[in-house]
């Protein structure tokens, strides 16, 4: 609901009339069908009315009131007894509105400051869309035939089950935003396995339904970890570095008029994203290149990018999934990525110009900038370490071949894996020793080639010194656990118990400590990881500076 003002002719008006209507805005689920919402102004209590079109948004316009007077919501019973009060007082930030934004019940702030992160390398995201504004927290309200919703989420594991439909609504500050029919289904992998579960949803936009330009999200329930913070984060890092990403915000999600959960919103990868993160959302489906989703879940198999043979049939579709064709035909359709993996194979990393033959294939600047920022975040679950979460979009405006990571929850050390924390060169070294499972995009690139070698460590000290450090990130962190905590609170007290699936059973003492320390199942806190990383690699370049690295670069010991 966008509310237009113009200040100049209002303010005129306070300045006659001391007391004007004001707009009283609420976003609420009563606890039973028949109950409501009211206002309460100067002491006095105001019935708000919702309507299917705007449910669950509660909305009066309240005559006699000001933006001075100090009021509070009130939810209400089937018979209009108050049954729960806000405990705190609210008051109008700008004096002159005429109305509320929309608030939340029981949610104190609606729009937080939240400090700037600083911008290493340029900014390329585009100005941010209504739904994807990250200072405040959205609320999805999805419906759905309760058999349906009931049966998909009892069976997560059905990877091939169709998407169910399900009607929409998303309400934050200034925008209400609704559609008949939205597809969705539950996503991810390892997180089906949790009671609580992801969902993508995929609107029409086909019918120009395109959830301002976000047509396919994924709602993140960060199973995973304790704080919610991580994947947020480690976008934020991204952002810095200029790495065209994903954006994330998170929401509450509600369905059938039931708290379901406090989620991250980030969109999908797919041709909608990749047309506005590289073609200014300007290619159609038809015309974008081939895109490949990278996966570690076939048992045994990593995404490591080694050449395994000149047909797409040496390739498990589990971890090289086609996901557009490009210029491939149907029948060969890894075809061009099956090159890249030859010009990998042959490339020799001991001969001179690897800078100049890898930016004619890959967007390399971008390339090192994310393994760094994979080193930094400790990610074990990405390419540089697990050949897992990521996707390779032959980029047919450039020709080159553009990085586009995704799923960054086990980040900031999330795991129990004690091998991240090591310098970047035993992290690289280490997956030569793997018996067919080497990284060659790392090993041969990153470890091996001293030219893109030395790149990469200006890349690394640069993010190290500009952005992944204490200073540089806690205040935003800080920022997220006030802004969240309440929310995080509300996720825990929901009963899941009738999902199948396991749950860590964290607490929301685990929420606040894994920001600072380890908790069960997670052995770093992300401000101690940080701060790690932000002294040790410059430690490590220095020496790696002073005892030549030679070694390094011959044949390795392995
Ligand atoms: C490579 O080829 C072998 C033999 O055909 C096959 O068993 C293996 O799964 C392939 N590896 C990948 C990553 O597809
Ligand atoms: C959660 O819901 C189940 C039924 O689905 C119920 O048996 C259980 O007592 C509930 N737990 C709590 C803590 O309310």
Redesign the pocket.
Known sequence: MRHFLDTQSTSLLLSIVLLITVTYNVVGFPDTPGGSFAVEVNGKTHKLTTTPATFPLWSANVAGASASSAYKYVKLSDTGVAVQKESFKRSFANKKATATVNEFFQRQITQNNLPKVPQVYKDVRSKAAPNFDETQIGTIHVTADPAIFDDMVKNPLDEERKAIKASFRFINANNVYSVEEVKMKVSGHGSRKFKKLSFRLKFDDDKGETFFNHPIIKLRSEAFDPTLIREKLYIDVLNSAGIRTTQGTWTRLYVNGQAYGFYLMVDDVEPPLLSNLFHNGELKPKQLGSLYQMGSHVAG????L?Y??SRT????PG??ANKNLGANTKEEPMAQLISFFKDLQDFNPALPGGVAYWSKRLNLEDYLRQMAVEYLGGSWDMYWWKGNNFFMYFNPTTNVWQWVPTDFDSTFSNGNLKDVEVPYKQFAASRLRRKGKDHPLITKLIYKNKEINGQFEKTLLTLAKGVFNPKALEPRINAYEKMIQDEVKWDLSINRSKNPGRTFGYTLDDFHKSITGPVKTVNNGIKPWISYRAKDVPKQIASGKSALASQVFEEDEF
């Open positions: 198999l990593e995404a490591t080694q395994n043979g049939a040496d390739y498990h971890t090289y």
